[in-house]
T-cell receptor, first 113, second 114 residues
Framework: SQQGEEDPQALSIQEGENATMNCSYK?????LQWYRQNSGRGLVHLILIRSNEREKHSGRLRVTLDTSKKSSSLLITASRAADTASYFC?????????????FGQGTRLTINP | DGGITQSPKYLFRKEGQNVTLSCEQNLNHDAMYWYRQDPGQGLRLIYYSQIVNDFQKGDIAEGYSVSREKKESFPLTVTSAQKNPTAFYLCASSITGHALQPQHFGDGTRLSIL
């Protein structure tokens, strides 16, 4: 079952610009995580935000969470060519138990030099 | 270096054949997971194990089997009952089975039909 849905499906920007990706989900959560996947590779964990947090930063990454709207956003500032990848949100839908993460379909980000 | 190793990187299956994908971790993590990723899609959970000698079905377990005899190993068998096995398979682990823990991923096995 699909819990998170990313928007847009694909995003192409110039190097140095900011990139914003959004994730919406359907049921209550304990936490939401963002992952990056380079082409043909495994996923890499970027950041985790708990349901009682509204914003979190890690380097050039900024994640927000609005539980009333059931949505989260990932902002990458001052983008670089190396940021080209797919980005996924993952949630632990409470109704499905605390042991599983459910991943969205991802946003494919392309940074043009 | 600690991490997760998946092998082989590419695998080809003949009709009616079972194939086994290897996943080994040296992170001392209790929980391990198998996901399937189809082109342009997200990850779907096949099986997961929170502790040695125990595992649970995920959302798409039909046609797959697993074992967890050792903490560091969680092999996945794609059986002949899985009629559409062509996909990218990802193994992951986390310190515990709780979803508050980040998951660490291997670099995947790409399975194709001959």
């Amino acid at each position: 079952s699909q819990q998170g849905e990313e928007d847009p499906q694909a995003l192409s920007i110039q190097e140095g610009e900011n990139a914003t990706m959004n994730c919406s989900y359907k049921t209550s959560i304990n936490n939401l995580q963002w992952y990056r996947q380079n082409s043909g590779r495994g996923l890499v964990h970027l950041i985790l935000i708990r349901s009682n947090e509204r914003e979190k930063h890690s380097g050039r990454l900024r994640v927000t969470l609005d539980t009333s709207k059931k949505s989260s956003s990932l902002l990458i500032t001052a983008s670089r060519a190396a940021d080209t990848a797919s980005y996924f949100c993952a949630t632990d839908a409470q109704a499905q138990g605390a042991q599983k993460l459910v991943f969205g379909q991802g946003t494919r980000l392309t940074i043009n030099p | 270096d600690g991490g997760i190793t998946q092998s082989p990187k590419y695998l080809f299956r003949k009709e009616g054949q079972n194939v086994t994908l290897s996943c080994e971790q040296n992170l001392n993590h209790d929980a391990m997971y198998w996901y399937r990723q189809d082109p342009g899609q997200g990850l779907r959970l096949i099986y997961y194990s929170q502790i040695v000698n125990d595992f649970q079905k995920g959302d798409i377990a039909e046609g797959y089997s697993v074992s967890r005899e050792k903490k560091e190993s969680f092999p996945l068998t794609v059986t002949s009952a899985q009629k559409n096995p062509t996909a990218f398979y990802l193994c992951a682990s986390s310190i515990t089975g709780h979803a508050l823990q980040p998951q660490h991923f291997g670099d995947g096995t790409r399975l194709s039909i001959l």
